[in-house]
């Protein structure tokens, strides 16, 4: 009877533990580490809206970001979290 209850403990404590992981869109495009440190980014117009990281700004009105020329603008920026294709919603 332990051993059943130990079980579901531990089935319930690794359904939380999934459930309670962030859920990233498949849209999000993360600035990693090489991203930032281009020299030079290419002068190609092709809009991203690039995402501010909370822990870094406070926004008082959405959408907390910025609108970039591309990708490479976007993540240079060290306030920038992820960026998303296309203008920033307004």
């Given at each position: 009877?332990?051993?059943?209850l ?12 999934m ?10 495009n ?10 030079a980014?290419?002068?190609l117009y ?30 240079m920026?060290?306030n ?11």
């Amino acid at each position: 009877m332990v051993v059943l209850l130990f079980l579901i403990v531990i089935v319930i404590f690794g359904v939380l533990k999934m459930y309670s992981k962030k859920i990233v869109d498949v849209n999000e495009n993360l600035c990693e580490a090489g991203d930032r440190n281009v020299g030079a980014c290419i002068e190609l117009y092709q809009p991203v809206c690039g995402w501010f990281d909370s822990n870094k700004i406070q926004c008082i009105k959405y959408p907390c970001a910025q609108t970039f020329s591309n990708s490479c603008f976007a993540c240079m920026n060290e306030n920038v979290l992820y960026w998303t294709e296309g203008t920033c919603p307004e």
